[in-house]
């Protein structure tokens, strides 16, 4: 998996998802689908993909308007229809009730599928999740409140701006290679309007719409949450896990919020117990 590769396609609502899975799963092992944040994609998840594939059959995708997915003018990338397009993916895998692992504001979009549109689930694990009120950086407020202003920075600037916005979400630093990696889907025409597109979208409502509701939560729930998250602090982890019937807390010490760059080891041992 050092190439990163998604090399299968959905024709979702959304526009067209590249997806791929990983091992065959050992008996009794549930499926494992691992849903990525902004501004991100499923290269985050390689390592911790490559190492529950020895148990797990395990599905990354793209969600629609990142990564290798579909990115395209008019283009609804907000977090309700993430969730609408997987639930999509989980009935063209077939698959009723897999382990849900989620990053960032995929959180958001995994709680929508399943509080909202009846997605089922054998457990849930939440890592760094967009989940409470309020969220959203002052610059990435301001990114939406002006995503028509910053589509037009010419591309060099904008590239720099991606650059150490991205950067800011790890706590010891990005390797220059995965930096370059995470970066580039964003700089190219197409990718410099998804990028603004994305931000201007999603807004506090969509998770106020399901934020009530996480007492009725009834699966296995796992919150995992770097200790140094400069995007979305620790505290908010012990709030969730709190509001969470029997969710359990572990807090991940030397990361930031892109816990599966900074302790991807501990990221998986964690999940890894979570899902047997």
Known sequence: MTQWLLDREFHSSSGTVRWASF?????????????????????????????LAARHQVFVWDMPGYGASAMHAGQDVSLAAQAVV?????????LPAPAVVAHD???????????????????????DPVALAPWGSPAY?????????????????????VREYLASASHPGLPPAVLDRLVEPWCTAQGQAAFY?????????????????????????????????SWIPAAKGHELAAAVPGARL?????????????APDRLTAELSDFLR
């Open 23 to 51: 091992g065959t799963g050992a008996a009794g092992a549930p499926p494992v689908v691992l849903l990525h944040g902004t501004p991100f994609s499923s290269y985050v998840w390689r390592r911790i993909a490559r190492d």
């Open 86 to 94: 997987f639930g999509e993916l989980l009935a063209h895998w077939e």
């Open 105 to 127: 504001f995929g959180g958001c979009v995994a709680l929508r599928a399943h509080l909202l549109h009846g997605a089922r689930y054998d457990r849930l694990a939440l890592v």
């Open 141 to 161: 407020r301001l990114l939406g409140a002006h995503s028509e202003v910053f589509a037009q920075l010419p591309p060099a600037l904008h590239r720099a701006l």
């Open 197 to 229: 597109r994305q931000i201007a979208q999603n807004d506090q409502r969509m998770t106020d719409e399901v934020q009530g509701r996480y007492g009725e939560l009834t699966l296995p729930t796992l919150v995992c949450w770097g200790a140094q998250d």
């Open 250 to 262: 572990r807090l991940i010490e030397g990361a930031g919020h892109l816990v599966q760059e900074d």
